[in-house]
Each structure stands twice: as C-alpha cells, then as structure tokens.
C-alpha cells in the first residue's frame, strides 16, 4: 500500500499520456496522493481537467505562470514529494533529463529534486533504440534514477516492437517496491505521543497548552512509512488520523499514561506530546462564581510518561526519544533533562513565542543523545517527521551490526 505517500506524476507527450491517466487512480486507489505536471506535448493528447479531476489537485502546466508560482513553486513541487514519477518518459524528456535541461515546469522540477525518480519509457522502437536514447538511459541509471519497462509490444501507427510504456500496475507495482526498499523498520514497534493534554477543573473548565500534535502526528506517520507498526497517543487536536497508524485518543496525562503502557512492549517510544505537568484535583461540579470570593486552584503533579517509559525495567522500549521544549539554555537543559529522565535521545527546540514553533509548521532542532549534539537545520515538522525516523532507522541498523 501507499498511504501517506506523496507522488508527483509528470506526464510527458505521446500517445501513452491516456495510461498516465489510468496510473493516477491506481496510485489514489492505494492510498498515495498524487500532483500532476503535464508538458506540453502531453497537453496534446489529455488535458489538465482530466489529470485534476483524477487526482483531486490542481494539474500544473507552466514554469513562468504566476498563479502556479504563487501557490505552488517548481522546487516546492518537487519537494513536497516522496517520489517523482514521470510516465510517459518520452525520449525529448529522458534526453533533457540526462543533459539537465530546466526549460520547462517537468524538466526543471526534474532538475531541482533530490527525490528518488522512476522513469517508465514509452517511444517509438527506432527511437528507443537509438543510441543517443540508449546512452541517455544510461546515464540516468548512473545517476541512480530508477526505470520500468517499456515493453514490447503493438505501438502508434501501426507499428509494434520496443517502446510500449509499462502497464500501470506495472508501475504502481515499480512504486511499491522503491517504498519498500526502504521499509528499514519493518517488524519494529513503535509507540508515539502527540498533542497536548486536557486536565479538567470541573466539568466545563480544563488546563491545556498550544500543542498542535502536528510533530508528533507527523513522527508516527514517517516511522509507518519506514515499515513499522506504530500506535499513537494523541491528546486533543486538530490533525487527521495519520494513515496506517493505530491511533489511541485520550484527554488527560494519566490517560495517556494508561494508553502508553497499554501498547508496551515496544521497541521505540517518542514522546512528542506536551503532557501537562499538572492538573488540578478537579470536581465534579461546576465551579460557581460566589461575590467576593476567588476560588484557588489546588495542583498536584502528574506522571511524567517518557520518564515512566524510560524507567520501565525489563519492558523499557530500547530506544526512547524524548523532546524538550525550551525558550533559554536550549541545549544544555535538554542534555540535562535527557540525564534526569534517563532517555536515549532528547529533540530539543526553542519554543520562544519569536520562533513560530508551537501550533506552526516549521520546527529547528538539536538532537541530544549521550555522544554529543547535532544541529539539524529550519525544517518543517513532516521533514523532522522524516529526518528522524531515517535516524532511528539507522540506529536499529548499527545495532544489528555490532
Ligand atoms: N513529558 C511526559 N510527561 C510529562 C511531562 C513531559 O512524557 N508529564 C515528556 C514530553 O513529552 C517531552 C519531555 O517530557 O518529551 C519534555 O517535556 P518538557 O515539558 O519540555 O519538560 P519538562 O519535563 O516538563 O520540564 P520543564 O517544563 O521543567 O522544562
């Protein structure tokens, strides 16, 4: 399956431009999304209207339009995606893809990319055998740009031989399998926390904080691209169920607790939620407000879940990945809150209101782990999502070799 993955389809001319079509429902029909570039040539045998309808986006056509710039950029194209598909490769495409030609919207996002591609060839049987085709494929392959087919096979005008685009679930096939090459956490378990946390006054009051859950929800949902089977935590929020993650909803600390412990064992646990520290005795009656009398609130501590996690004896998750939210000192408090809660590695961020990063997109992040620190640039949160699944990814793996 392909939930969750992001496919730009870049459909280039010739006849097999209808298949094109075809491939954008089998690819929705597997739960990726799919973005359609279309070239000029290909404008010649669909139209935008049919690629849009298909894929539920907007089809994009032109480099220099302004409305396309506007809202969606060539490099953000190309880079809000997981994969770029382009079928049919005509050869004109293959050959400014190999000579890093940008002079339209498919070749400069083809260039600007540092996204696998899988090309699927589809031309005429002397132009596929051509040796300036053969070289150029040649030097796409070097590059590391994946290819499917073509077949052999009846062709345009009557002719039949070599040429013939691969049937899409022949490429949807293709796709599954450059997924599942990098399904490095397949058989791994995971266990997630996202969102904030409720904790009830009375009945119609409560604690909570600005957590959005978009981290976390973002965490859960690139370790389940990574192959593993994940279940989220989730406080109260706004964000979608991210597909194929088994989502758990609670309101309060101890329920989240409650839920964690539930999905143990694990073998990785992040704690991305903003778990309130606090919460009052609560009542089950509403507070009324009485003249002259201001009723104070009585707090008492919560379990703190990723120290519970980290101190859970022979059920510790192996990994256990904890995040500090930090408006001063960032790095060495989360390296001394990494100590006192007895985790493997702190995700440490400035949550100054001046960075943006509570309820925003963006997040900038300083992994701590007992070795050191590292620095990882200005990302957004499904790119730190990504970013540190690929991390744990690769510690499962330097583990299974030592
Ligand atoms: N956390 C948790 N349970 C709590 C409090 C925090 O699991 N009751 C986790 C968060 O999910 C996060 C980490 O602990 O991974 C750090 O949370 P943070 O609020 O930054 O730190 P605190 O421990 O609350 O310390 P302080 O507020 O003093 O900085």
């Not at 073998?267 to 003249?291: H, N, S, Y």
Request: charged share 20%.
């Amino acid at each position: 399956m392909l939930h969750g993955r992001r496919i730009l389809l870049i459909i280039s001319g010739g006849i097999a431009a209808y298949k094109g079509l075809d491939l954008i429902r089998r690819l929705k029909e597997r739960g990726a999304s799919v973005r359609c570039v279309l070239t000029a040539g290909a404008q010649q045998f669909i139209t935008p209207l049919s690629a849009a309808a298909l894929s539920g986006e907007k089809a994009y056509t032109d480099l220099f339009s302004l409305t396309d710039e506007s809202e969606m950029g060539h490099l953000r194209l190309a880079q809000e995606s997981d994969l770029l598909v382009v079928a049919p490769a005509s050869a004109d495409l293959l050959a400014k893809m190999a000579g890093g030609l940008a002079d339209d919207l498919a070749s400069t996002a083809l260039l600007a990319t540092d996204k696998p591609i899988l090309v699927a060839p589809a031309m005429n049987f002397r132009m596929w055998g051509h040796a300036a085709t053969q070289a150029n494929l040649a030097t796409l392959a070097a590059r590391g740009v994946k290819r499917i087919g073509p077949n052999s096979g009846p062709l345009a005008e009557n002719e039949s031989g070599m040429g013939r685009m691969a049937e899409p679930l022949e490429i949807v096939a293709a796709v599954e399998a450059i997924f599942a090459g990098a399904a490095a956490l397949t058989g791994k378990r995971a266990l997630v926390t996202s969102g904030p946390t409720h904790e009830p006054i009375d009945p119609v009051r409560y604690i909570a904080n600005r957590s959005s859950g978009k981290q976390g929800h973002a965490i859960a949902a690139a370790l389940v691209q990574l192959g593993a089977d994940c279940t989220l935590v989730s406080g109260p929020t706004e964000e979608p169920d991210p597909p194929g993650v088994k989502v758990v909803q609670v309101t309060t600390a101890r329920e989240m607790l409650a839920a964690c412990e539930t999905a143990l064992p694990v073998d990785i646990a992040v704690c991305a939620a903003a778990v309130a520290d606090w919460r009052t005795e609560g009542t089950d009656a509403k507070l009324k407000k009485k003249e002259g009398t201001i009723p104070s609130l009585t707090l008492v501590e919560n379990p703190d879940i990723l120290a519970r996690l980290s101190q859970a004896g022979d059920r510790r998750p192996k990994l256990v990945v904890g995040f500090a939210a930090e408006t001063e000192n960032v790095v060495a408090n989360a390296q001394a809150k990494r100590v006192r809660k007895n985790c493997d590695w702190i995700l440490a961020n400035d949550v100054s209101p001046a960075t943006g990063v509570f309820g925003g997109d963006q997040n900038t992040i300083h992994l701590v782990d007992a070795q050191g620190t590292e620095d990882w640039p200005s990302l957004t949160k499904r790119d730190v999502g990504e970013r540190l699944a690929q991390r744990i990814a690769a510690f499962f793996k330097a583990e299974k070799s030592t």
